[in-house]
């Protein structure tokens, strides 16, 4: 009896550990199972490509001026319709280009010879063309015109004093007509420009135009010496290198500017009524403010609109 009971108890054990290690081995072969699994996800994951973003801006009405020359020695500029095809030329590709991870064209700009009239500063600049490759249809602030820009600083290099320098964003430049030239005996059909909005040490900055003689009429008004700059205006917001947004609402003897919808400056006085006699046009993109050795800006626009 006692020997059976031994026997029962031995194969009570082994039934037992053999269970056990049936157990052990399915629990082990299930856990290397969901290992694999996981790491598949995971490299999936990690081949999956990057969602491509595109920015939302129509160049159909937009010209664009490089820092680089010309054939001629010029600024090199690129109208309709082969703007649409800029991340395609090879001349634009380092001054104009998409970047398709923040669905933003980038312009990129930095001390070069490539210098416009009047100017020692360099730009990667849209002007826009009311009538695409025709620089002679513009508007008034009689007629009204607004522009919306949802933009970001890229990067920026600092001056000597550890100042990040600044650049021009956005701007309304004014413009003879060719009766105006020719009645004040201009050779070109240049005008002052109304409006510059700075990203300055990461604050936007404005300034605008005042008229020196508020006596003044034509012709005296249309000569650039005519008009002087006022004090220029800060916002409080520091935008620094996050996303904004400005706009710029014309209309008539009026200009207002907005960003992200909280801050408001109005120019409503007699300097915008007789600045009433000029065409006008705007501008978007970055215009560098320095000529400093190694220095360079990259300005992100994610949205551009204009109507009339």
Known sequence: MK???????????????????????????????DVKVEIKKKKKKKKKKKKIKLPNIDLSHWKVTLPVTNEEGKPY????????????NDIAKPYMYIDSTKGAIVFHAMPTNSKTRNTKYTRS?????????????????????????????????????????RTIIMQIHG????????????DDNNAP???????????????????????????????EDAWGNDEGFNFKEEVGFRKFTLEVKVS???M???????????????????????????????????????SFSKVRFYELEVSH
Request: net charge positive; hydrophobic share 35%; aromatic share 12%.
């Open 125 to 165: 600049e849209l002007r826009e063309q009311m009538e695409p490759g025709n620089n002679n249809v513009n508007w008034t602030f009689k007629q009204g015109a607004y522009m919306k820009g949802k933009i970001a600083m890229d990067a920026s290099t600092k001056d000597s004093n550890g100042k990040y320098h």
């Open 193 to 223: 420009p109304i409006l510059k909005i700075y990203w300055d040490k990461g604050k936007i900055r404005i300034k605008t135009k005042v008229l020196k003689n508020l006596n003044a009429t034509v012709p005296e008004i249309l000569h």
């Open 256 to 294: 207002v500017i907005i960003l992200n919808g909280n801050e408001f400056k109005v120019y409503e006085n007699v300097h915008m009524r007789k600045w009433g006699v000029f065409e006008n046009y705007f501008k978007a993109g970055n215009y560098f403010q320095s000529r400093d050795k190694g």
């Open 252 to 254: 008539d003897g009026k």
């Open 77 to 88: 500029e690129i109208e309709p319709p082969e703007i649409f095809d800029f991340a395609k």
């Open 3 to 33: 020997r059976f009971l031994k026997i029962l108890l031995f194969l009570t054990g082994v039934i037992f550990i053999s269970a056990n290690a049936i157990c052990q081995e399915k629990t082990s072969s299930v856990s290397e199972s």
């Open 175 to 186: 413009r003879l007509t060719n009766e105006q030239r020719d009645l004040i005996g201009e």
